[in-house]
DNA sequence: GAGCCTTTGAAGATA
DNA sequence: TATCTTCAAAGGCTC
């Protein structure tokens, strides 16, 4: 069972997770090259020792699961990162004291020490960053796609299109519901807007291909540039409460990028779809006060996706995100194991951080408010047929849906007005059971991915017989059981998708894997990611601009 | 314009 | 406890 190294008793990550880095000879010279300046070293210092106290605050204590172990946790793992920046000064985004910056940098400062703490105070801490954002430090976006005040070179509505919400600090409190003496009341002076980040990159510097010189110390360098100085590593000062607000929003004002607000595009992908099916509702919910919705952290894979979207993307005439990310989960498997195990301590790393921000959310709350919305929807409905019993009877309980055949609340109907089929487009992922075969535009798809793909672009083939090189990183319990059959999963390469992943053999041959797009070589840097990502997100913000 | 597609992993829900 | 389901990101595509 791969594992990472807890870094001095985290228990929260996932303890599959878990695995042993090794050293990284070379990326300690690139370190060595790209080491901070003294101002920066000063500043790391600096945010150590206030980190210190931020985790001997009582109001650390607050209110978490399994808090006080984490805690602990922290502690210790920040005291082996105060020892390992004496030694290293930088550790590199990839070493095993792995994104040094990350915990700090990105821990929002109401665990700083009530002395530091003013109620009337709105100051915040955050990662400003500009349109770049660091690739792996995964929580980097969320500050930065919710705290961009616009860059001078960047529309403000930029993100419009895509529900990339980037807005001038002085609509952050209506947009994002802020409580009072929240966000929205940051101003320019308070040092968090962002500044040229990454001067020297343009904006839509990651079309080209990730540059070895891109080491994660000089990107992490840049990114530690992102700070803007030695007075914004300095303790900030924060409201009290740990708790989230009423609107669910972390009382410091943060607008974390897992936070989505009700406007935001996905709120409708997901949870307001049968909004626009019944006007009534829908204004009877308007009237109510939205709450922002807190996204769930993002997994090692998602994580990997984020960085390496941009460099596929580049590499290869893909567009369509379902191709891509058949791509990137080829990569993924032919990933090594430990280039899996940095995201996968970032990916925990940034749930430890999910968690800290909002203790009391939980992936249930999605997990209700979408099925709360279908249950609203059934109820405001009295016209509607109800239960499949109804429609179908007991004689053809093959039509039921699933609720109906656990004698739960029907959702065939959720609604209203007609009586769909069974095999209804729109209910088929609902009801219908878990079908193997492709639908139609998956079967496009599909077969568009069976087509030779642009140089570079094709996914590693497995080597015969071998499904894989690599260890298994997943939990070791996990088992997973899509309901789609991923086209590409078949099985050669997974043989039973409900088998575990990464059920691989490492062998020491990775010429395949070597093989593997131009893009496995820059991976083999896996320094490549920060800069290049951070440029990524500018194009990314370029292209929704246009 | 809403929703689908596609990937893996985490976690909640269910049997 | 094991299995199933949902959600997270992304953006082109389909209807």
């Given at each position: 069972m791969p594992q990472l190294s807890s870094g001095g008793g985290d228990d929260l990550g996932a303890n599959d997770e878990m695995i042993a880095f090794k050293d990284e000879g070379e990326q300690e010279e690139k370190i060595q090259e790209n080491a901070f300046t003294e101002r920066d070293l000063a500043d790391l210092k600096s945010s150590l020792v206030n980190e210190s106290e931020i985790n001997q605050s009582?109001?650390?204590?607050?209110?978490?699961?399994g808090q006080q172990g984490e805690q602990r946790g922290y502690q210790e793992k920040h005291r082996e990162h105060h020892d390992g920046v004496s030694k290293h000064q930088d550790g590199g985004?990839?070493?095993?004291?792995?994104?040094?910056?990350y915990p700090f940098l990105m821990l929002p400062d109401p665990y700083l020490p009530n002395g530091s703490i003013s109620p009337s105070s709105n100051k915040v801490s955050v990662v400003q960053q500009s349109h770049g954002m660091h690739p792996l430090t995964s929580l980097l976006p969320y500050s930065n796609e919710h705290f961009n005040p616009s860059p001078p070179h960047l529309p403000t509505d930029m993100s419009q299109k895509t529900g990339i919400h980037r807005h001038q600090s002085q609509d952050l409190s209506g947009y994002y519901s802020l409580p009072p003496g929240g966000v929205g009341q940051i101003s320019p002076s308070m040092g968090w807007q962002s500044q040229?980040?990454?001067?020297?990159?343009?904006?839509?510097?990651?079309?080209?291909?990730?540059?070895?010189?891109?080491s994660s110390a000089s990107s992490y360098s840049r990114y530690r540039s992102l700070l803007g100085g030695p007075s914004q590593m300095q303790p900030r000062k924060f409201p009290h409460s740990l708790m989230l607000g009423p609107s669910g929003m972390h009382p410091t004002g943060i607008p974390h990028p897992a936070i989505v607000p009700p406007s935001g595009k996905q709120e409708h992908d997901h949870y307001d779809r049968s909004m626009y099916m019944k006007p009534q509702v829908e204004a009877k919910r308007e009237k109510e006060p939205k709450k922002p919705v807190i996204k769930k952290p993002l997994n090692a894979f998602m994580l990997y996706m984020k960085e390496m979207r941009a460099k596929v993307i580049a590499e290869c005439t893909l567009k369509e995100s379902a191709a891509i990310n058949q791509i990137l989960g080829r990569r993924w498997h032919a990933l090594t194991r430990e280039e899996q195990a940095k995201y996968y301590e970032l990916a925990r790393k940034e749930r430890q951080l999910h968690m800290q921000l909002y203790p009391t959310w939980s992936a249930r709350d999605n997990y209700k408010r979408r099925k709360r919305e279908k249950l609203q929807d059934s109820n405001t409905d009295p016209g509607s047929p109800k239960k499949c019993r109804a429609r179908f009877g007991l004689n053809q309980q093959?039509?039921?849906c699933g609720p109906c055949r656990r004698k739960k609340k029907c959702i065939r109907y959720l609604q209203g007005g007609g009586c769909p089929s069974p095999t209804s487009s729109d209910l088929s992922a609902i009801?219908?059971?878990?079908?193997?075969s492709p639908s139609p535009t998956r079967h496009h798809l599909y077969q568009q991915h069976q087509l030779p793909p642009s140089p570079g672009c094709s996914p590693p083939p497995p080597p015969p017989g071998s499904p894989s090189t690599h260890l298994p990183l997943s939990p070791p319990t996990h088992t997973r059981s899509h309901t789609r059959l991923p086209p590409l999963q078949t099985a050669s390469k997974r043989g039973d998708p409900r088998q575990p992943k990464h059920s691989y053999t490492h062998t020491s041959t990775h010429t395949y894997t070597h093989l593997d797009l131009s893009g496995r070589a820059s991976h083999g840097d896996t320094a490549t990611l920060s800069v290049a990502k951070a440029a990524g997100l500018s194009l990314k913000v370029l292209t929704e601009s246009q």
């Open positions: 009582p109001n650390s204590a607050a209110v978490r699961r985004m990839y070493k095993t004291q792995a994104y040094p910056g040229p980040v990454y001067p020297s990159l343009p904006p839509c510097g990651f079309r080209q291909p990730y540059s070895s010189n891109l093959t039509d039921w009801d219908s059971p878990p079908s193997h």
